[in-house]
């Protein structure tokens, strides 16, 4: 079965601090893929990124940054910076080929960036 | 690229009415569909996916059940609320090739009181 972690439920920085969101997986799949995502009080989605698991490549888009790790099955979120807009739900997830494709969500972390 | 119509945006319903909400897709063909709920302060939970046409898998036993009479139509259905049915309702596809991921819908916010 698939499973992803959150364990960090709450987190709270100040401003122009760096703050990493931890992510923890489990799947039998040899093809899986990752993802973040970002829910802002609205409601809505916002997609971050999409990692394969065969590109083990780190990324880093502007004040972002994903550190993945296939040894430890961990998919960790970096925010450099942060910024009071950066205050929202972050999600990671997994999905395989298998069983429809289905996305598999972790509990969420929320970040909230004071001034 | 794909778009999800998702409607309405919010809902409030009381306990023992009956539910349909429903999604279309546009801009693909024979999609995945999903449905997953998001109780307050919660994570977001899978509920339904459906690979094909009368086709449905379900995640989690429930009050509610899923249809897809159309290729690009997916129905969330109750018979009867009950008040552990409120919650953030998200419908989304999988789309694939190049720019595989997955689209989300805005959502239904639903309240049963």
């Known amino acids: 079965a698939q499973k992803v972690t959150q364990a960090q439920t709450e987190i709270s920085v100040v401003e122009k601090e760096d703050v990493t969101l931890d992510c923890v997986y489990e799947?039998?799949?040899?093809?899986?893929?990752l993802f973040w995502y970002k829910q802002p009080p609205s409601g809505e989605l916002v997609f971050l990124i999409r990692?394969?698991?065969?590109?083990?490549q780190n990324e880093i888009s502007g004040r972002y940054s994903w550190n993945f790790q296939k040894s430890t099955s961990s998919f960790n979120f970096t925010i450099t910076a942060s910024q009071v807009v950066d205050s929202a739900v972050y999600f990671c997830?997994?999905?395989?080929?298998?069983?429809?494709?289905?996305?598999?969500f972790g509990q969420g972390t929320e970040l909230s960036v004071k001034p | 690229s794909q778009t999800i119509h998702q409607w309405p945006a919010t809902l409030v319903q009381p306990v023992g009415s009956p539910l349909s909400l429903e999604c279309t897709v546009e801009?693909?063909?024979?999609?995945?569909l999903y449905w997953y709920r998001q109780a307050a302060g919660r994570g977001l939970q899978l509920l339904f996916y459906?690979?094909?046409?009368?086709?449905i898998s379900s995640e989690v036993p429930q009050n509610l059940s899923a249809s897809r009479p159309q290729d690009r139509q997916f129905i969330l259905s109750s018979k009867k609320l009950l008040l552990s049915d409120s919650g953030f309702y998200l419908c989304?596809?999988?789309?694939?090739?190049?720019?595989?991921?997955?689209?989300f819908g805005s959502g239904t916010r639903l309240t049963v009181v």
């Open positions: 997830a997994l999905s395989g080929d298998n069983q429809g494709g289905k996305l598999i």
């Open positions: 799947t039998r799949d040899t093809t899986y893929y």
């Open positions: 990692r394969n698991s065969f590109d083990e």
């Open positions: 801009g693909t063909s024979n999609p995945n």
């Open positions: 459906s690979v094909g046409i009368g086709q």
């Open positions: 989304a596809c999988r789309t694939g090739g190049a720019v595989f991921g997955y689209t």
